[in-house]
C-alpha cells in the first residue's frame, strides 16, 4: 500500500489505475463477516469512536501486503481472510508483470486478491488464485493505493521527506533512481582507486607476501587430483616388506611348497581320471578340476607380478614420504584440500599482477572515474534543472490550497539548498518553508507550524501530489483532525474535488466532510449473541441526515436541519 513519500523506492509495478470493486472480510478483530461493495467517487467512512473504523483500512492494508499480526484474528476463530477485487482500467501491462512472477492474468479486468493468516503462524496470500509470496503482494499493492494515515504529517516534517515530495511532484524518481545508481558506482570505483593506491611501504610488504606465496605454490608443480593418488602409492610403498612377505608366502603355498597347491592338484586329476575310466559320467569332475587349476594358474602369475612391482627403486619411498609431506604444509598454510590450495594460488597470482600493474590499473580507474563522474554530473543536472522547474509550482499549488484552507495571506515554498558534495539523491537538499501570517518570515515547517496547522498543510501538499498521480484509489484516514468549522467545508471539498479524477475513501469525524462525500457508509458495534461485532452500512436519505446529525452532536431538531443544510452544500 503506497505512502506517496516513499515512492522513490520503486516497485515491481508502477501506479496501476484500478479502482477497489469490492473488499470482504471474515474475523478480524470485531468483524465476524463483512462483505463491502464501492463505488467510484469519494466515500465517507463514519461512526462512534471505538465503533471499528480503523478495522477497514487494516483489512485493506494486510490484502495489500503489510505484514500480518496473529493477535488480529477475532477471539475464537483459527484463521482470519480478506479478499477484494479490483477494476483494473487497461490490464496488459499489469497482465504482463503478473506472468513474469508466476501470476495468472487478470480476467475481465478483474484483479483478485486474497490473503488468509491463521493463529498457528501460517500466512498465506494469493493474486488471481494464484499463490505467491508477500513481498510479491507488497509491490503490487504500492502501485494500487496511496494511504494517507492521521500521524503522515510527523513525516512531512523530515527534509529528507520533502525531497521525495518534491521528486514526486517533479515526476522525478526514474531520473533519481538512475542518478542514485551512478553515485554508487563512483563511490565503488572511488573506493576500489583508493584501496589499490594504498601507502607505497604497505605495497611493497604484500607484494613481497603474495611473490612468496605464489613462488611456493608454483615450485609444488600441483594438479588437483593428485593428492589421492600419491597417498595410495606412498601407503602401499610405506608397507612393501610386509606386503611382499605375504604375497611371496601365497606364491610358495601355490606353487613352490613341498605340499603346494598346485602339485597336490595333479595327485587329485589322477584319482579323478581313473574315475572317468570307470565311469564317463565323471567327467565333469576332471572338467571342473581343470578349470580351477587354470584359474589357480592365473593366481599364482598375478602373485607373481605384484610382488614384482613391490620391488620399489631405491628412494622412491623417499620421494613419495617428501611429497606427501609438502602437501600438508601447503594444505596448512593455504586450504584444507590441493584445489583450495590452487584456487589461492589463482587469487593471489591476480592480486599480484594487477598490483604490478598498479599504475595501469590507476590510470584505467582514472578514466573510469572521470567518466563517472561526468555521468553524474549531467544526471545531478538534469535532477537540479527538474527540481528547480518543479519547486515554485508545488510552492504555489499548495499555496493555492492552503488559501481554500482557510490561510488566506499564508505563503508556502520550496527553499533549494546546494550541497557541499552531490549526495546519494542529488545535488542539493529541499525544505519547505512557512509563513502562516502576513508580515512574518518563511521559517523551515517544523519550526512554525502547530498540529492543526501541520494537518492543513499536509492536506494541501497530500490534495496538490494527488491532483496528478496516476494511481486510482487514495485513502485518507482520519487526517482532518484538528481541523473544523469553514475549515471542515473547504476540506470536504477538496476530498469531492478528489473524488472526481480518483476513487477516495475518508475515514472521518467531521460532519462537513462526510457531507460532502458521494457515498457515507457508517460503523457501528452491536452485541450479538453474546459477542460484540463491527457492522459497516450505507446510509442515504433519512437515516445519512440522523448520522449528520449525530456527527453535530446529537439528532436535534436544529441539528437535522444543519444535517440537510450540509447535505445540500
Not at 288 to 294: D, E, K, Q, S, V
Not at 372 to 400: C, F, G, H, M
Not at 455 to 462: E, Q
Not at 546 to 559: F, N
Request: proline share 3%.
Amino acid at each position: 500500500m503506497r505512502r506517496i513519500e516513499s515512492r522513490a523506492d520503486a516497485p515491481i509495478l508502477r501506479a496501476v489505475p484500478a479502482t477497489l470493486s469490492s473488499l470482504r472480510i471474515r474475523n478480524l478483530a470485531l468483524v465476524d463477516e463483512l462483505e463491502w461493495s464501492l463505488a467510484p467517487g469519494c466515500t465517507a467512512i463514519t461512526g462512534e469512536t471505538g465503533s471499528g473504523k480503523s478495522i477497514i483500512v487494516g483489512a485493506l492494508k494486510l490484502v495489500l501486503g503489510e505484514r500480518a499480526d496473529k493477535t488480529l484474528i477475532r477471539t475464537g476463530a483459527e484463521s482470519c481472510t480478506v479478499e477484494a477485487v479490483f477494476v483494473v482500467k487497461d490490464a496488459r501491462a499489469l497482465n504482463a508483470t503478473l506472468e513474469e512472477q508466476g501470476v495468472e492474468p487478470c480476467e475481465d479486468g478483474q484483479l483478485l486478491l486474497k490473503r488468509v493468516f491463521t493463529a498457528a503462524g501460517a500466512n498465506r496470500q494469493f493474486i488471481n488464485g494464484s499463490p505467491t509470496t508477500l513481498s510479491v503482494l507488497k509491490d503490487l499493492g504500492d502501485g494500487l493505493v496511496d494511504l494517507h494515515g492521521p500521524h503522515d504529517h510527523q513525516s512531512l516534517l523530515s527534509i529528507e521527506k520533502q525531497l521525495a515530495l518534491l521528486d514526486a511532484y517533479a515526476g522525478a524518481e526514474t531520473l533519481v533512481a538512475e542518478y542514485s545508481a551512478a553515485w554508487r558506482a563512483l563511490n565503488q570505483l572511488t573506493a576500489e582507486r583508493d584501496d589499490l593506491a594504498a601507502s607505497e611501504a604497505s605495497v611493497e610488504r604484500e607484494l613481497d607476501l603474495l611473490r612468496h606465496q605464489v613462488r611456493e605454490i608454483d615450485a609444488a608443480q600441483l594438479r588437483p587430483d593428485e593428492e589421492e593418488e600419491v597417498s595410495a602409492r606412498y601407503a602401499v610403498a610405506s608397507n612393501a616388506r610386509r606386503l611382499l612377505e605375504l604375497s611371496g608366502a601365497a606364491l610358495g603355498r601355490l606353487t613352490e611348497a613341498d605340499d603346494a597347491v598346485l602339485s597336490r592338484l595333479g595327485e587329485l586329476g589322477k584319482l579323478l581320471r581313473d574315475l572317468e575310466r570307470i565311469d564317463p559320467a565323471a567327467a565333469r569332475f576332471t572338467d571342473a578340476l581343470t578349470r580351477g587349476t587354470a584359474e589357480l594358474d592365473d593366481l599364482a602369475s598375478s602373485l607373481q607380478r605384484y610382488a614384482d612391482d613391490l620391488d620399489l627403486e631405491p628412494g622412491e619411498l623417499a620421494t613419495l614420504e617428501e611429497r606427501v609431506s609438502l602437501f600438508e604444509t601447503l594444505k596448512r598454510k593455504y586450504g584444507p584440500t590441493l584445489a583450495a590450495v590452487l584456487d589461492f594460488h589463482a587469487t593471489a597470482a591476480a592480486r599480484l599482477s594487477k598490483i604490478e600493474g598498479r599504475s595501469e590499473e590507476l590510470a584505467r580507474l582514472d578514466r573510469e572515474i572521470a567518466s563517472a563522474r561526468k555521468t553524474l554530473s549531467d544526471l545531478a543536472a538534469k535532477l537540479s534543472a527538474k527540481r528547480k522547474a518543479a519547486a515554485p509550482k508545488l510552492a504555489e499549488s499548495v499555496t493555492a490550497h492552503l488559501r481554500d484552507l482557510g490561510f488566506a495571506r499564508s505563503e508556502f515554498s520550496t527553499q533549494l539548498t546546494a550541497l557541499p558534495t552531490p549526495g546519494p539523491r542529488g545535488a542539493e537538499s529541499a525544505e519547505f518553508l512557512f509563513a502562516p501570517n502576513p508580515g512574518e518570515p518563511a521559517k523551515p515547517l517544523r519550526a512554525v507550524a502547530s498540529s492543526g496547522e501541520i494537518s492543513r498543510v499536509m492536506l494541501a501538499v497530500k490534495t496538490t501530489l494527488a491532483a496528478q498521480d496516476t494511481v486510482a484509489l487514495l485513502v485518507f484516514d482520519e487526517i482532518d483532525a484538528n481541523v473544523g468549522g469553514e475549515i471542515a467545508h473547504a476540506v470536504g471539498a477538496k476530498m469531492a474535488g478528489l473524488g472526481e479524477r480518483h476513487q477516495v475513501l475518508c475515514i472521518t469525524h467531521l460532519p462537513q466532510v462526510a457531507a460532502a462525500a458521494a457515498a457515507q457508509f457508517v460503523v457501528t458495534k452491536e452485541f450479538v449473541s453474546e459477542r460484540t461485532v463491527s457492522r459497516l452500512t450505507e446510509v442515504s436519505g433519512k437515516a445519512r441526515v440522523e448520522e449528520i446529525a449525530r456527527m453535530l452532536g446529537g439528532k436535534t431538531d436544529s441539528a437535522l436541519t444543519h444535517a440537510r443544510t450540509l447535505l445540500k452544500r
